[in-house]
């Protein structure tokens, strides 16, 4: 019924969109485009952005587009990792036997990547994500695996990827070592008034929307609620998409933007992570 109401073929404002379907428009764009140097460049890069801004979308594309004959990508997204448990995770990526000792795993991880390279032509691309939820002592490993890099011979991107706060957590004093090696930095922010309208309108026509179904306040509305943030106009939008079926209505205007809005807050405190499907 609901799909039917607005015309649609599949349900929008879904985190299931391929990357190839994804809006390839600032701040998004920008991302990529960095995302790629960083990989082509072999660099060290930190990218942060507020929660649902997109960051772990931009990974997954920048994996789609890699080409897997000449890199390998590791990507790991865990908040209790120890340095123990990163060269495990890395090498078991790798399908290679995880030694025992910390010294012999630091010793296969660098082998394992300097042998790729020479031997198979692949370069190694390392993601950590959520890594604003990093122990001390994890981010103190980062300095290690950047003494790796710093070598000439090193075929190494690395890639730290986090909220805001990694930033500040990184400005202490025992970190210097790794800021100063930062050699691409990219925050992403929320979408502006003009981006968050294209984004309601991407993801409607991904859906197969054939009109316009958010009237322009209800877009302003939007806009303002969210910060941009393309998680939260996800959620408020099918909020929205969910109210006017419910009351028949064939367009979002701004009274069903608020009464969505003061729904999801009453449910979820519309900061909520994740969407109603
Ligand atoms: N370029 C994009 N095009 C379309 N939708 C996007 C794009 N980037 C992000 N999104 C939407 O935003 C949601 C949240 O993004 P996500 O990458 O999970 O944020 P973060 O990792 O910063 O918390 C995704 O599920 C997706 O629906
Ligand atoms: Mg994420």
Known sequence: MFLEHFGFTRRPFTREMP?????????????AV????????????????????????????????LDKVRHRFIYIADSSLNPRAFYRDVLDQLDLP???????????????????????????????????????????????????????????????????????????????????????????AGL?????AAYIEHHLRYAGATRPIFAEQAVQAIATLTRGLPRMINNLAAACLLDACSRGQALVDEATVQRAAAELQETTGLAAVGSPW
Do not use: C, W
């Not at 082509?40 to 587009?65: P, W």
């Not at 690395?158 to 202490?172: C, S, Y």
């Not at 502006?192 to 968050?196: L, N, S």
């Open 98 to 188: 995880v030694p025992y000792h910390s010294r012999e795993m630091k010793r296969q991880f660098e082998q394992a990547i300097l042998t790729a390279y020479q031997q198979e032509g692949k370069q190694t691309v390392i993601v950590l994500d959520e890594a604003h939820l990093l122990s001390a002592k994890m981010l103190q490993e980062v300095r290690f695996i950047l003494n790796f890099h710093l070598d000439a011979a090193a075929p190494l991107t690395f890639i730290l990827v986090g909220q805001a706060e990694l930033r500040g957590m990184l400005r202490l004093k025992s970190f210097e070592a790794i800021v100063q090696r930062v050699q691409m930095r990219y925050h992403l």
């Open 19 to 31: 990357t190839e379907a994804l809006l390839a428009m600032p701040p998004f764009e920008e991302l």
């Open 34 to 65: 960095r995302l790629q140097y960083m990989v082509t460049s072999r660099a060290f890069g930190l990218v942060t952005g507020e929660v649902g801004s997109g960051k772990t979308t931009a990974l997954r594309a920048l994996y789609d587009q």
């Open 192 to 196: 502006d008034q003009e981006g968050v």
